[in-house]
């Protein structure tokens, strides 16, 4: 009985000692081996229910298990909550070993200073760094310092039309131009019918179609030295574009503005809009009922003859793995990773999930040679450009995206969305940006 | 915030003297006059100071710090800040304390007329079913329904409904009543306030309901008999008996629902996301945007000040007058 109480005396002192340094142990989290048997892993949602995912997973879990004697503990986590949960583990010290980051927030998360940095050592460790897409590395952290993550799984945005409208409306080709989008989007808006869905509630799809066209504006949304340059008049034109398709064009159904659960995918599928900006909908369209011979996909426009950074279509979109610093099996979350990116799991989850391998040697496989995801490994490897690799890009998603947000409110309620009404929300999102 | 102020009434009244009776002469000997019911007090003191105290005072010290994504791993490191983060949120000619006012102003009027709706909705159905008629039990169950249900559960429901295109609300409004000429937005735009607004009292006036109809068993029904006898009809029987009785029970009913609906994070998070539309845009989910979302914790942590010293404020303001009123009635 006494000793009993000693014990858990001491445990709760241990337990309190240990949040103490937790809390301000600085860099005392560095990695070790004092748990070599098992693993923590945080997955990402990339399937149709976090159940969904389990199922994909587990078997593939096993393996890696048969192989090297490591039992890997499986958490999914949705999307809304896997920021803020990895902003906590950061902040306690107590994370799993290894992660999945959505890879826009990779130089965010790698100026916390918590995921391990793949230098030349590391990556040699999981085969090398030349085994991978140069645009999927080049979105796994800033600049001039070692990527914070590898690219798992890669994804680029197309345009997906509903071959059928286009005939019907007799429309030959799908649009290869701004201008020619607009036309044929008119053409075929009538009734309750339109010519694009967007997915107008949710702020991330508002930040990645607006990056792209801000990208053909000739703005990243942030100058050379990585200062904000939100309200710019290429930025400006950039959010005035998008916004036009529902303010001015008219070519997207005023309720698009309110769409946050991929209902955007819903009306492409069901015919109610005949255009649709995504990245790797075909497994989502499938399961409503869309056959792949009924639509086709192309690179989303470029105004004519742009070359560069001005043609750019898509944003290098794809989810990246991390390790936790301070993991007690850093050898076994490197063996884990290596596994997680080999040609044969790449071509097995991608194949799975729709998307695109991150690894070149796998993107041959016959899997991946749908017309779909050939137009979008071509748009990956020809016209992405990755988000702002600078610190607060976590801000500017959530900032400029909510700017498009209201302002697309704006228009689905009627009221004038002109250039000043644009800068002006600009302007706010980027006197909201916190120094840096 | 509210349960702290019933925690600490019934750490007060219960706790010391039940415990002190029995063993008060031998214990006297050994501690001094005093010394037991402080004893009795520390595991509740122990209790408030781990559970409320801490994570506040670490809140006001994050408030004085500039923490960002940098210092999260370590935020004992984050630089001081002094009072920047005030300033900056109470700067209300620049963006961001603008935003701030604007959603404090919000959040003002959406508390008033929560409260006021959900008290006046639940003093009502208090007083029609305090009389007993046939399946009176069945629709005070009813009533409770929306306190009984999760409130996610229910406030996603509620979202559905409100859908421009395919909920309910304007199916009814605009298709069978024909009351507007075109489908309105409820989740964007101006009128997701009155989205906002309707859930919240369907979802806080069954509290009213419950605390009230408790609140009017305790009227002696003698009351209303003279009153009746001397000829007093219902409305002044409301008037002179009903509402005077049920002071003390409205003195924390009001309170409460004010502290809760000022600080709801729940309804606004569910019905519109992580970016609520202006006219919604209420302190609670500001602070967690600014916070959790644009990553800088400092800031946030200034504006929970801020909003803590306001309520403390209202709440001291509200207990002064009212129990200066009491003591003059008596």
Known sequence: MRTHRISAALALTAAIVLTASACGGGDSGGGSNSSPKTLTYWASNQGSSLENDKQVLEPELKKFEQQTGIKVNLEVIPWSDLLNRILAATASGQGPDVLNIGNTWSASLQATGALLPFDQATFDKIGGKDRFLESAIASAGAKGKDPAAVPLYSMAYGLYYNKKLFQAAGIANPPATWEELVQDGKKLTSGDKYGIAIEGGNVSENVHNVFTLGMQHGTGFFDASGKPTFDSPEAVAAVKQYVDFIANDKIAAPGNAEYAANQSVTDFATGKAAMLMWQSAGANLKSHGMNPDDYGVVPVPAPAGATGDKATTSMVAGINMAVFKNTKNLDGALNFVKFMTSDEEQKTLNGTYGSLPSVKAAQSDAAFSTPELQTLAGVLQKSAAPLPQVPTESQFETLIGTAVKNLLASAAAGKPVTEATVKDELSKAQQQMPAS | ?330
């Open chain 2, 1 to 330: 915030m509210s349960e702290k102020v019933i925690d600490r009434q019934t750490v007060g009244k219960e706790a010391a003297p039940k415990g002190a009776a029995p063993a008060r002469r031998r214990l006297r000997d050994k501690f001094g006059r005093s010394a037991l019911p402080y004893l009795l007090l520390l595991p509740a003191l122990l209790a408030e100071l781990l559970i409320h105290l801490v994570p506040m005072v670490t809140g006001i010290v994050m408030a004085f710090k500039q923490l960002t994504q940098f210092f999260i791993r370590d935020w004992g490191s984050a630089p001081w800040s002094g009072f920047d983060n005030f300033k900056v949120a109470l700067e209300f000619d620049a963006p961001v304390g603008k935003a701030l006012l604007h959603s404090f102003w919000v959040t003002c009027g959406f508390t008033v007329l929560s409260v006021g709706l959900s008290w006046l909705i639940g003093v009502t159905a208090s007083i029609f079913t305090q009389d007993a008629f046939r399946g009176r039990g069945l629709l005070r169950a009813a009533f409770m329904l929306p306190y009984a249900l999760p409130v996610f559960a229910a406030v996603i429901t509620w979202s559905f409904m409100f859908q421009r295109d395919t909920g309910l609300i304007n199916h009814v409004l605009h298709d069978q009543l024909h009351l507007t000429s075109d489908k309105p937005f409820w989740l964007i735009g101006d009128n997701s306030f009155w989205a906002l607004l309707t859930v919240s009292v369907w979802k806080s006036w069954p509290f009213a309901f419950l605390t009230l109809t408790a609140g009017l068993q305790n009227i002696p029904r003698e009351l209303y008999e003279a009153a009746a006898l001397d000829g007093a009809g219902v409305w002044q029987q409301i008037r002179r008996i009903t509402l005077p009785s049920l002071r003390p029970v409205n003195l924390v009913l009001v309170l409460v629902l004010f502290l809760w609906t000022f600080n709801d994070f729940n309804t606004p998070f569910v019905l519109f996301g992580k970016s609520a539309p202006q006219a919604a845009d209420l302190i609670s989910i500001h602070i967690y945007q600014s916070s959790f979302i644009t990553w800088n914790f400092g800031q946030g942590s200034a504006m929970s000040v801020l909003l803590l010293l306001f309520l403390l404020l209202v709440t001291a303001v509200y207990l002064f007058a009212t129990n200066r009123r009491r003591g003059e009635a008596e």
